[in-house]
């Protein structure tokens, strides 16, 4: 089933998915791999910082 655009849209779930990613990051044995990840998710980060001070889900616009 697929979310819905706010559930993609919140600050919340954009930082849920980015601890996700510093998980898989800490597992890799590859030190670019790692070091991407966490680029990724800081990213993330941002738009999740991004979404809540908008209050609006336009966080791509502004880091993509």
Not at 6 to 33: C, F, L, M, N, W
């Amino acid at each position: 089933m697929a979310m819905s655009d706010e559930r993609r849209a919140t600050g919340a779930h954009y930082r849920e998915i980015a601890e996700k990613i510093r998980q898989v990051a800490r597992q890799s044995d590859i030190p670019q791999i790692r070091e991407d990840l966490f680029d990724l998710a800081d990213r993330l980060d941002q738009m999740a910082q991004v979404v809540e001070n908008d209050g609006c889900g336009a966080a791509r616009e502004h880091l993509w």
